[in-house]
């Protein structure tokens, strides 16, 4: 079978939501396969994936803990994905499955990164004002100290060629926050699409949005910032 697009879900505790999400993901093109990284979560998250790829295109890669978001992303394009296109995206149901084709079609049109978008024209946010101010943060910053011109670089939901990724990978330092913003800086894109999305507050599991992130954000910027200007890295 042909592989139009591997779709990247890393998934720590989201047994609740990928007996949702996985469906609407198949029903919109039989090409697109799932790839599950799971950190080893306590809800059997695993397990559950594992009965889905009885009747869906899935692989589930397991974890042994819980080594991160981005090395999860990394692990699951590099040791896993087999689509000339990869997608990556939350398990959650807070990104919107019914993008990821025009995502999927901008990248094979010649698009270097296509973004699905919060702040793009067409996109919209359920998000809490305390994460709408730190996504609002994290732009300006992104933009004045990273040079990043990109509506939403903290986007967790995002398409490009795996031969990209791949060549990238080395060169990512997995922090365990969203790998968009290190792609941005480090692949400095030339063509980058953004396709809006309403953003939909996750229903089902646990937020992980915490001062620590926030914290591991702002740790993030200085690192890449200083790498930008000293070199090294
Ligand atoms: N494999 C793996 N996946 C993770 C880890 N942390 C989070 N995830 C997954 O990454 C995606 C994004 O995490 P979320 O918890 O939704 O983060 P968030 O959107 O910032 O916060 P909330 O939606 O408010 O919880 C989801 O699919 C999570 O299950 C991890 O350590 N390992
Ligand atoms: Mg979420």
Redesign the pocket.
């Known amino acids: 079978m042909i592989r139009r697009a591997s779709i990247i879900?890393?998934?720590?505790?989201?047994a609740e939501?990928l007996p949702e999400l996985i469906p609407r993901i198949a029903a919109l093109d039989p090409r697109f396969e799932v790839i599950v990284?799971?950190?080893h979560s306590p809800d059997g998250t695993a397990r559950v994936a594992d009965g889905l790829a009885q009747k869906y295109l899935v692989e589930v890669v397991e974890?042994s803990g819980?080594?991160?978001?981005a090395s999860?992303v990394i692990d699951g394009v590099t040791k896993r994905a087999a689509a000339p296109v990869i997608v990556v995206m939350?398990?959650?149901l807070?990104h919107d499955e019914q993008i990821i084709p025009q995502l999927v079609a901008s990248v094979e049109a010649g698009s270097d990164l296509a973004i699905g978008s919060r702040f793009a024209s067409g996109g919209l946010t359920e998000d809490s004002w305390p994460?709408r101010f730190f996504s609002w943060s994290a732009k300006q910053v992104a933009r004045f100290v990273l040079g990043v011109r990109v509506q939403d670089p903290m986007s967790?939901f995002f398409a490009m060629r795996r031969e990209a990724f791949i060549a990238l990978a080395p060169k990512l330092k997995p922090r365990?926050f969203?790998i968009l913003l290190e792609i941005l800086v480090r692949m400095r894109p030339h063509k980058v699409a953004e396709v809006g999305f309403r953003f939909r507050?996750?229903q089902k599991?646990?937020?992980?949005?915490t001062a620590k992130?926030a914290g591991q954000y702002l740790r993030m910027i200085f690192d890449l910032w200083r790498e930008r200007w000293w070199g090294g890295g």
């Open positions: 879900l890393p998934t720590f505790d989201e939501n990284v799971d950190d974890r819980k080594l991160g978001l999860a939350d398990a959650d807070s994460r967790g365990g969203k507050a996750r599991g646990e937020s992980k949005l992130i």
